[in-house]
Structures are given as structure tokens and as C-alpha cells.
């Protein structure tokens, strides 16, 4: 008994020495990097632009945005902090954006360093942007406050919502560094005072090679992931339905389908084209029409259900054509042509000769659930 | 103590041995051991994990057989009573620094963990004088005391399984396939680089004799290394999945990187629980091992055990600060494995053939007068 009181007070003694060999963070003494942006500068530099958050109620303005230029992204944090009052710290950051000539070159040791850093997340978001980056963060938007924040809880609000494919940095350093898969990043653009998040980017490993639009991002997603719930507008060809309703006029169909649940299974067919087969079953709800055709009926809802399909089958091959066209796999068909093979020994090198020439049958499923609450 | 049965209010009872197992093999390992495996292995390193927890199970089974023929007996008596006086207090001093090198690693390792995730600028000496303290504290309380901080640990640590779910969200099962691409001697090198792993339950041989009831010892014992196994595939499945390969290959500490995914709303960071509570998973592991490697000391030169403990708290903390790179760590970790290997897997083979002989030689003789 009389031990542990001696032992316990040497350790109370001793602990002020201890205490002081780690160093301290005290929150008013620091500012959080919650978004960073990177552009090309002259020389093969980078231009940083990161926005910090600070603790301070005195402060009228509770961000700062600091512009740096360095030769690597760590340089870039010291560059900041020489320019700032605070200790810069990187452990808030949600959103890493990069410029699209940035990108066009390679990403991967602007992105390894994010995961390297063990004080940053491997949920924070990355994202291209239209333009440079900079003008992004250093914008001053009337209604938004901090644009990190706001950025982040757009992308996250958009993932969420099933409207873009997650694009965390463990995902894309994942797709990277993956034989036979691509990542896919969405791309930010600012215009006016707006911040639009429309388009997707496709790597090429880690260097952009091309666009998809949002519809085009739409089915990508739908193949790609597990997916729950997203909306699409699409036109379907009106001739079906005038052999149902004689009077109807015009040549299209426009109708707004809500994607309630969703299976997409890639097959190999035949490993030596190599082929392969998508089987897509998707369970869909109308959310509007652009005629007043009877919902209620079979034959309606069969041939919405047809139609649906087809256009669908002819987006996904689109899709794959132009994928194919850039050699960028997003969709991971190397990745099962991997599995299911023994001893492919497949090499990056080797699925980018072999994917433009794989042949790819697509067959959707859809079957109409719900049309809301009329009919 | 001479041979004999221990005191009995030092004994405990027969199915705490399943914690004491598990929570010893369970340790610093368990952080970053998937990468040496897959390099090894592929993607059929969960194979390569149950060939190694089956070949644990083996060896269990010899050294309870050993354990058996000599009832009472720890492993320094034992060789002692194979070798003689001289060659088995070698062979003692040889095992005692086999274990205090094994507590070394651990607490190095993870020395090196907090630095890497957590406070990069902390000393070395810093964290080792605070495990050592803990160490010698537990020790100092006695086997009994021993055992209760392997099934506290258990108790407030087996929790973190339940985090795994997060990284299965963003799993592609895919990545297992092909099943059983690799070739056999490539499933073996993976097994073999296990080592370092599934080490622990070696300790077996010095705890035994403390066992109350001895006769219903064996399926505690079998149960706690079922659970490692079942636990450390369990992980490396989730791992491949997870991870594409090559960026597994850049993981070092695979475990910790799995725990980056995890988020609540009330807490983002999860990885910086997870890695203080491994504080609590590698204590028992340094506990057993200070205890079984000062306990050797009392034997070879009938010392206190109580000093061998501070001297060998603080060559901890000494040898600990000596490593001070990530490869000086790694090369530290690849010899100790390598060395383990024929220690804990290989030499209880020869033990129990020694142990036959002696008992045949002696039965010789008996009958001989």
C-alpha cells in the first residue's frame, strides 16, 4: 500500500515533464484547412489554395484564404505557414479539389500524400474543377459563409441522394492502384455565384482522360454501385405508345422515372474476345409524364416497361463505346475479367490493349413498381 | 517455490487459459500483418492464415503432451530436468531472452504505431517507461493478476469487430476471386510469414502448472486459438476486400487504415480510439512474457523475481530506444519472426521427442534394478 502511494506520487511529479515532450494543440492557436485547391503555377509548380477555418469569437471574418506556391504539396503547408498567424493543421480538410490541367497530367502523388498523412481522413472528398481551382475557394459568395463546408455537405448531400458515384479519397486511391478498375471524380465548376456539380470526370489511373455528362454519370452509377435511389429525365420513343392511344401527338415521350432499387451483375462471357454480359434489374417509380396515358392499364405499363430498357441498353452501350474510346475503365470490367480467369497475370498494360476491343451485351430489366399516388 | 504443485491460492481456474491464448497472441501483429502475407500469398492469404492457425493447433497439442508427462512442471524445470544443471539453465537463459525480446517488439511496434498516427514528435523512451510501469505493476501482482488483466482486455477490447462493418460497405468481393490462384509453396511462404502473428501461445509452457483443473485444460486452450484464427482470417478477408492490391501492398499498417473509413457523427476519427485501446490488447502480451521471462531468472539463478522484473523493465525501455527508423523496426520485426518460428513452432517437436527418450531411458533403468 505504502509502494503504490510512493509510486503514484513520483508519477505525479514527474508528469509535468512528461506532459511537455508532445506537442500541444490548442484550438484558438490553430487554423483547420477545410478545403485545399490545387493549380499549375509556372515551372512545373503547384499553386495551393487552402481555406482555413478559426476558432475566434473576436474575429469578424471566420476564414482566410491563403495562396502559396511550392514544388510538392507538404511544401505548400509550410509555404502557408509562414504566411499565417496560426499553426496550420490539415486533420479538418473534407475537400481536396484539382485543377483539370492538374489532373489531365496525374493526380496520384497530390492524392498519395492525403493518405500518407495519417492526421488526414480517408473520407474527405476529392473533386476536379472546371478551371482553376483558386477561383473557386477564393471567391467571395454572398449566401455562403465557409465554401469548404459548403462543398463538402453538397458532395456528401449528392452521394447520399445517389446522384454522383462516392468519390472518397480511399476510393480513388482503391480504383488507382487497382488492375483492371478507374476512378471517377466529379467536377465542380463555380459560375457567378453559383457552384454547379454536373459532370464526371474519367482517369485513365490517375491522369483525366474524359467527361461524362450527368445522365451519362447516371448509368454509370447504376452499373457501378450498389445502387438505392436516383432520378432521371429520359425520352422514349412514342411509337409504341400510339398503337395504345390513337390521338396521341409528338415523337417523344418524356418521362421522369425514380430509380427505387437497383442490381447490375457483370459475367464474363468469353475470356478470349474478351466479352462480357451486364444483367441489370431495375425496380422504378414515374414521377411524371409528359402525355396522359393510362397508367392503370397493363399494356401501358408493359411497354413503358420495354421502353424504358431499351433506352437504357442504348445509354449503357454509349457509355461503354465512349469509355472504351478514351481506354478508362470505370466501370471495373478488368477487375472481373481478374477474378474470373486463372493465372491472367493481368498487367495494367495488358487490359488497356484488351478493353477497347471487349464486346459487351447489355440486358435491363425494368419493372415499374409505382406511379404515384393517381393513376 | 521447489517443484511441486504451486500454492493454491495462486492457481486459477482452467477456463481463463482461453483468454489467456487469445489475448496473447492477439497483439501488435494483428496491426499490420495482412501486407506480408498478400505479398507472399495473394489474395488466398486468408488460406495461408488457416494452414498457420492448423499448424498452431499441432503444436499446441505436442506441448500438452509434454506437459503432461511432466505434471507441475513449467518449461524452465523441464529442461532442467532433460538437460542437467548447466545445459538447461542455457537453454533457460536462451528461452527467458527469447520472451524478453518478444516484449521488446511488442512495445516497440507500438511505440511506433502512436508515433506514426498519433503524436509523431513523442519520444521513444517516453511511451516505453510508460509501458514499463504498467508492466511491472501488473507483474509485481502476480500470475493471478496476470490472467485477470488477459480477460479484462478481452472483455473491453473485442468490441472493435463490430467497427469492421464500415469498411465491408465499401467492399468488392470480387477481389477473392479467383479461390486458390496461388501455388502451394507460395500459401506457404504467406504461412510462414504468420509467425510474428500468431505467436503466444508458447506462454502455455510457463502457465500451465498454475492451472487448477489441468484435466479440462485442453479445450480452453484449443477454443482460444480457433478464436485467433477464425478472428485474424476474418480480417484478412475484410482487408483484400477492401484494399485493391496494389495499395495494399503500400499499407503497413493495414488494420489502423481500415478503422480511417469509420465515422460517426460524434466522433470522425476513429482510427485514434482504435489505437489507444491496442494499448490494452498488447498489455496482457507484455505482461505474460515480462512475467514468464523474469520468473526465468528466479530459476536459473534463484534470484528474486521482483528485481529480474525492474532490470528487465528497464532494458526495455533502453533496447526499445535503440530503434529509432521504420526499416531498423522492420528488420528488428523480420528477425524476430524468423527466430520465433523455430522457437515456438519447431523446437516443442524436439522437446517432446527429448522428453520421450528420457522417459524411456528412465524406465530402462528402473527395470533394469
Same mark, same amino acid.
Not at chain 1, 149 to 175: A, P, V, W
Not at chain 2, 118 to 128: A, H, Q, Y
Not at chain 2, 133 to 155: A, D, E, K
Given at each position: ?30 487554423? #483547420? ?48 505557414? &509562414? ?45 476536379? *474543377? ?14 455562403? *459563409? ?57 482517369? &485513365? ?14 448509368? #454509370? ?55 462480357? *454480359? ?14 396522359? #396515358? ?57 487490359? &488497356? ?23 | ?5 504451486? +500454492? ?34 495473394? =489474395? ?12 498452431? =493447433? ?12 511432466? @505434471? ?6 523441464? =529442461? ?25 517488439? %511488442? ?59 464500415? @469498411? ?52 480452453? %486452450? ?22 485493391? @492490391? ?18 460517426? +457523427? ?62 531498423? %523496426? ?40
Amino acid at each position: 500500500m505504502r509502494k503504490s502511494v510512493i509510486v503514484l506520487s513520483i508519477i505525479v511529479l514527474l508528469l509535468p515533464i512528461w506532459t511537455g515532450c508532445v506537442q500541444k494543440r490548442i484550438l484558438e492557436e490553430l487554423g #483547420l484547412v477545410v478545403v485545399v485547391g490545387y493549380d499549375p503555377a509556372e515551372k512545373d509548380r503547384i499553386k495551393g489554395t487552402a481555406l482555413l477555418h478559426q476558432i475566434d469569437p473576436a474575429a469578424k471574418e471566420k476564414v482566410q484564404v491563403v495562396v502559396t506556391n511550392a514544388n510538392t504539396s507538404k511544401g505548400l503547408r509550410n509555404a502557408q505557414n &509562414r504566411e499565417v498567424s496560426k499553426r496550420v493543421v490539415s486533420g479538418q480538410l473534407r475537400v481536396a479539389i484539382y485543377n483539370e490541367k492538374l489532373a489531365r497530367n496525374g493526380i496520384i502523388t497530390l492524392a498519395d500524400t492525403l493518405s500518407r498523412d495519417s492526421v488526414i481522413s480517408d473520407t474527405i472528398f476529392l473533386t476536379v *474543377s472546371r478551371g482553376s481551382a483558386d477561383n473557386i475557394i477564393t471567391h467571395r459568395f454572398p449566401e455562403i *459563409s465557409n465554401i469548404g463546408t459548403y462543398l463538402y455537405k453538397m458532395i456528401r448531400q449528392n452521394i447520399q441522394g445517389e446522384q454522383i458515384s462516392s468519390c472518397t479519397l480511399h476510393e480513388f486511391i482503391h480504383d488507382v492502384y487497382s488492375v483492371g478498375k478507374d476512378p471517377v471524380l466529379p467536377v465542380i465548376e463555380r459560375i457567378g455565384d453559383q457552384i454547379l456539380l454536373n459532370h464526371t470526370v474519367l482517369f &485513365r489511373n490517375d491522369k483525366m482522360v474524359g467527361e461524362l455528362s450527368a445522365d451519362e454519370a447516371f448509368v #454509370l452509377k447504376l452499373i457501378r454501385d450498389r445502387y438505392k435511389a436516383g432520378s432521371l429525365e429520359i425520352s422514349l420513343d412514342a411509337e409504341p405508345f400510339r398503337q395504345l392511344k390513337p390521338s396521341f401527338q409528338g415523337n417523344k415521350v418524356d418521362i421522369v422515372i425514380e430509380n427505387i432499387s437497383s442490381s447490375s451483375q457483370i459475367k464474363l462471357v468469353d475470356p478470349s474476345i474478351p466479352s462480357f *454480359s451486364i444483367h441489370i434489374k431495375m425496380n422504378v417509380r414515374i414521377q411524371e409524364v409528359s402525355t396522359d #396515358l393510362k397508367l392503370g392499364e397493363k399494356k401501358v405499363i408493359r411497354a413503358f416497361e420495354s421502353e424504358i430498357s431499351k433506352e437504357f441498353v442504348r445509354r449503357i452501350q454509349k457509355l461503354i463505346a465512349k469509355t472504351q474510346a478514351v481506354q478508362s475503365d470505370p466501370i471495373g470490367f478488368g477487375e472481373v475479367y481478374h477474378a474470373k480467369v486463372r493465372h491472367s497475370n493481368l498487367t495494367d498494360e495488358k487490359w &488497356r490493349e484488351m478493353y477497347p476491343n471487349a464486346k459487351v451485351h447489355v440486358d435491363v430489366k425494368t419493372i415499374m413498381v409505382r406511379s404515384g399516388v393517381v393513376e | 517455490m521447489k517443484s511441486g504443485n504451486p +500454492p493454491k491460492r495462486l492457481m486459477f481456474s482452467s477456463f481463463l487459459l482461453f483468454f489467456v491464448i487469445f489475448e496473447n497472441q492477439v497483439g501488435v501483429g494483428l496491426a499490420g500483418f495482412q501486407r506480408v502475407i498478400f505479398e507472399r500469398a495473394g =489474395h488466398d492469404a486468408w488460406v495461408s492464415i488457416c494452414m498457420a492457425g492448423v499448424w498452431a =493447433h499441432i503444436t499446441v497439442w505436442i506441448m500438452l503432451r509434454t506437459l503432461r508427462l511432466n @505434471p507441475n512442471k513449467d518449461l524452465y524445470e523441464i =529442461h532442467k530436468d532433460l538437460y542437467g544443471r548447466f545445459f538447461g539453465g542455457l537453454i533457460n537463459a536462451l528461452y527467458m531472452l527469447y520472451m524478453l525480446a518478444a516484449a521488446i517488439v %511488442i512495445s516497440r511496434n507500438y511505440v511506433e504505431l502512436v508515433q506514426t498516427w498519433i503524436f509523431p514528435e513523442i519520444p521513444t523512451w517516453l511511451l516505453s517507461t510508460f509501458l514499463a510501469m504498467l508492466i511491472t505493476y501488473g507483474v509485481l501482482g502476480g500470475i493471478r493478476i496476470v490472467v485477470g488483466i488477459c480477460f479484462m482486455s478481452f472483455i473491453m477490447t473485442i468490441w472493435l469487430i463490430i467497427v469492421l462493418y464500415f @469498411p465491408i460497405r465499401y467492399a468488392e468481393w470480387l477481389h477473392l476471386a479467383p479461390v486458390m490462384e496461388a501455388s502451394i509453396s507460395e500459401l506457404g511462404q504467406g504461412m510462414l510469414k504468420m509467425s510474428l502473428t500468431i505467436i503466444g501461445f508458447e506462454i502455455l509452457m510457463f502457465v500451465y502448472p498454475f492451472v487448477r483443473n489441468k484435466e479440462r485444460a485442453s479445450l480452453p %486452450i484449443h477454443m482460444g486459438l480457433l478464436a485467433t484464427t477464425v478472428l485474424y482470417v476474418v480480417i484478412m478477408v475484410i482487408t483484400i476486400v477492401y484494399f485493391s @492490391p496494389d495499395q495494399l501492398l503500400r499499407t503497413v499498417w493495414a488494420t489502423f487504415s481500415l478503422f480511417k473509413i469509420v465515422i460517426f +457523427p460524434f466522433l470522425e476519427r476513429f482510427e485514434y480510439v482504435a489505437i489507444s485501446l491496442w494499448m490494452l490488447i498488447i498489455l496482457p502480451n507484455l505482461m505474460m512474457y515480462m512475467w514468464a521471462a523474469s520468473k526465468g531468472i528466479k530459476r536459473i539463478f534463484s534470484w528474486k523475481q521482483k528485481y529480474a522484473l525492474y532490470a528487465f523493465a528497464f532494458m526495455l525501455i533502453v533496447v526499445s530506444s535503440l530503434f529509432k527508423t521504420r526499416l531498423q %523496426i522492420n528488420t528488428m520485426n523480420d528477425n524476430f519472426g524468423k527466430v520465433s518460428l523455430y522457437i515456438v513452432f519447431g523446437y516443442p517437436w524436439i522437446l517432446y521427442a527429448a522428453v520421450l527418450i528420457k522417459q524411456r531411458f528412465r524406465r530402462e533403468k528402473g527395470v533394469m534394478s
